[in-house]
């Protein structure tokens, strides 16, 4: 299929300082079916982006390239650092990456655990994780669900409280991957303010193309294994022929 | 998640429940074995271990009939065991014929199964006492505690966890498979039974499938925070001194009731 | 909506304190070695792996078929456990499973658990993973055919293992307790064996990279061919003796002390005489200790509880 | 559970206009929690009905009723007949539930044998079966998908492939359960393309009020266990007052 690589195009304003850049990412499973093409953009300080396009794309497999779970060739750069074997766990520190299914990410039995797991495994001593877990519940709003048990959660807390998990380890990024899937108007509504509220840089998937023009000023868009289009939010979606070509639609 | 059913642990406000869960788990395993210890016939020990897990069971404030109900689920294999009945050399007290085969229930062999039947029972009792008084994450620390190797109490964890989980995605597909079972007019319905075993399978396979590819994704998640084949932990439990008198008072008590049981 | 236990859980009661031991003893050594094999072998992925396929074999214990008249077909997953993880990792992930029936649901009991880990585990892994290693480098119908026998088999080991249990702790006459439970088993084993070999097709068809070659499933040793057929072939010799000529296996038992030791369950404390021990003086001696230690045990929790409140 | 029924010696036939109907239907699940209070409800022959709601409002419950997988209090009548015991295989043949997640629903390795799964059951010769398949995979537009493994297959063609297992058993009422969740823009216009050509009864629970504004001549608002609204989407959808007290929004 023939795409267009729109990035130099659509000019952004990149007067901030980079936290992530991605340079020439390529990427092929081990069954060998290559899944990313080649795949640049930059993303500022305090900038939030929504990633989308239609599934199999490739959005997934790249989030995971973004703290080293997987790693294929080109350049991943966090926070002006290159992501080598050897920075791995001080990217993983800077990289907070959110999946899509709530119950994959919620792994111990008690939300406290869940959400201390990551600063523990920084090294932190105990008074430290104890704080940035009362910071990172505070954040979500869920302080009071401190001792609950993750199973007995329902899905929107779940999300909630995942997102928590990766703030205990103050990222200076946070990448989720499509967080409104499932929830109800409610919850989903929920979500979005706290997304608009929470003061990272931000990379989010998502197929909720309301979503995406109600909270992000920018978009990228992906369709097999590249980025075919990137730019002001109010442009790609007045794209008629974009979106057509990549099987999205306009909200 | 909907299984609420298999979460035995029973929030309240008590004494028992704030007990530490190290002190909880050993004496629960001390009780246990000293039932195992106590000799058959033993009326008046078995009577006072009774009474002491009676008064336990009001210190936790469940309710009498809590762990009376669910202490019922040993008794079908009670069944197993009715042959002593019979079989036990001693006293004929009781006779009768069961079509046609004559049967003599002795007095030893009476003994011996009652006997049988009251110690499993208390020590049923107290383990439905310690699950429905700790949360399950604190038995498996405790557990961890008192030297279970890190590999097995870390596999209950996720087990645990994922109970849940699994125990949902096997019922939404037993229902599918239920919703399809229908019968056409007038014809036999539901297939030969190897069908139906292959069916079975099935489900078996496909729910290891997806067992299997969300172990992926959890590693994945795990690796995301930092995960590096170490798992730490903090320790939320200090054992205070109110811990300490219990687990010398029941110590003592337990060996009061050999005492009792043997003389 | 309940939850139905395969019917093999012994619950605290039923065994006698010797046999509980000895069983724990076993089940520990077989458990430890597994441990430190899968320490060397397996990567750190292999963590959340086991834990979810231990969640994995509850979840499909509740899978079930219609029979006839009201009965269903059930899995154990012992063998299924180890056909698909190798057979140390499928040791683990079913003790995991046991002591969680035993410590969540009461399904079998603490003190006896080392006995249930051994029926339906440990032995159930030996036997099902032995016998499906055998068949390596056969035909897909070969080895579907084998897995069928091996898990049906591993079932019979486990009810026979328990009948034996409960025999030599006295609870139960072995003319009756081994036929009842070998009887019920082989029905229950043939549920097992048809979900097992489904199962395993299933996967074969959809996922055959996690069977081939190099996979776990794969790389557990060859001796587990002689490890699983030695069982296998002791139950079945063992099984038809057993139910033929109960008295003459009494009689063996008797004559080499086996069973008194075994039914000492009223306690090894009793009148002051330890089994195991011959002399009635080291006995004594022995107990006397055990008191001893009983005493000094609470004399050091009362002085910790003591310290601990002066210090809060 | 599933049994094996002998000859079945119910014969149910289609008549009247009302396909189905629903009269003061109350359940609480064995854990205690009332999860519907008094439904009522009827569906003409030919009428497509969504049922929204928040989570938690006791949509998915009342789908599991209308094939008996849950019984409660009150009738349900399905072609005329009440909902028993007895002809509870032969409601089963009539009603087709489509389950929200099509994981669920497909448990065989193979398209094929997913499809015939019914059909095998209702105890149908061979030719029979495989002439039903056809026609059901044919309905979905995946004839070429037959000996395909379910489990490889993407999200969308999941759906799909779900729709045809219960179309192979010629429902008179086809019951869909949130059937456009996780679908990619361009997924989700081909299920709206299927489900409206699709010439069957149907009740479509769903969050999407995109789809029901486009799909859905009426819809019924359910919450906390109770119809709260019944009437024409139009109605509804203008409604602001109602929407938001029952956490929906208009899309
Ligand atoms: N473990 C894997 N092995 C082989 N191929 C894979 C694997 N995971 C994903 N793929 C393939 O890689 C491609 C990209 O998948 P990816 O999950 O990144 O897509 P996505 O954009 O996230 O889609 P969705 O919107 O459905 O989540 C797809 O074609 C998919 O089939
Ligand atoms: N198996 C169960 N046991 C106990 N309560 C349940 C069970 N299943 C559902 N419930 C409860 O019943 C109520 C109705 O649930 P239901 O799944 O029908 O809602 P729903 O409208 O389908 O929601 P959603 O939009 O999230 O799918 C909820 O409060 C839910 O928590
Ligand atoms: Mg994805
Ligand atoms: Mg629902």
Redesign the pocket.
Known sequence: MPVSHARSEIKLEMNGEEVLKVNELRFA????????HGVSFNLRRGEKAALV????????????HLNGILQGGGEVEVGGQRLTRQNLPAIRALVGLVF?NPDDQLFSPTVFEDVAFGPLHMGLPEADVRARVEAALEAVQMSAYRERLSHHLSVGEKKRIAIATTLSMNPSLLVL??PSAGLDPRARRTLINLLRELPITMLV?T?DMALVQELFPRTIV?DE?QIVADGTTAEILNDEALLTAHGLEKP | MHFDAFDRYHAQESFVHRLDPRVKTALTIAFILSNALLPDGAWLAYGLAWLSLLTANYASRLGLGYTFKRSLIALPFALIAVTILFSMPGRPIFSFHLFFWPLTITDAGLLRFVSILIRSWLSVQAAILLVATTRFPDLVHALEHLKVPAILTTIIAFLYRYLFVLMDEVFRLLRARESRSAAGAGRRSGGGVFWRAKVAGNLAGQLFLRSY?RS?RIYNAMVARGYAGRLCTLNPHELKSSDYFVAAFALLLIGILQAIGRF | MHYSPPPMHIPDGFLSLTISILCWILSAAVIGLAISKTNKSLGEKQIPLMGVMAAFIFAAQMINFPVAGGTSGHLLGGALAAIVLGPWAGMLVMTAVIATQALLFQDGGLVVMGANLLNMGLATAAVGYGLYRSTARQSKSVKLGVIGVAAWLSVMTGALLTALELWLSGVSDLKVVVPAMLGVHALIGLGEALITVSAVAFILQTRPDLLAEGSESAKGSGAWVYVGGLIALAVVVLSPLASADPDGLNRVAMDLGFIDTAQSASGPLAGYTVPFLASASASKIVAGAIGALVVGAVAFLIGRGIKAKSQA
Do not use: V
């Open positions: 499973y081990p069954d060998g079916h290559a899944a990313l396009g239609p599934n199999g794309a490739g959005k997934s497999t790249l989030m995971l899509q991957d499509e998937s197929h992906m294994g | 590819e992926d």
